[in-house]
């Protein structure tokens, strides 16, 4: 007698049930994967936009040296 065919157990096999497990972590590892990368490029935008400022104001204080010595 075949004990797979009379077995009633309603879980599925250890090897699906991995197999499902594989999946979501995967899943959830690209989640995280994309959540950080986010936040990656939107450190960087803000790092662009104050190195941006910063060279303005670096530039503002050269022309104001340069008028105060062409007087």
Do not use: C, Y
Request: glycine share 6%; hydrophobic share 35%.
């Amino acid at each position: 007698m075949n004990t797979e065919e009379t077995t009633t157990d309603p879980q599925p096999p250890i090897s699906e049930t991995a197999s499902e497990a594989f999946d979501n972590l995967l899943s959830v590892g690209r989640l995280w994967a994309a959540h950080g990368l986010g936040i990656g490029r939107s450190a960087l935008r803000a790092s662009a936009r104050t190195l941006e400022m910063t060279a303005e104001t670096l530039s503002e204080l050269e022309s104001r040296f340069e008028e105060r010595d062409a007087k």
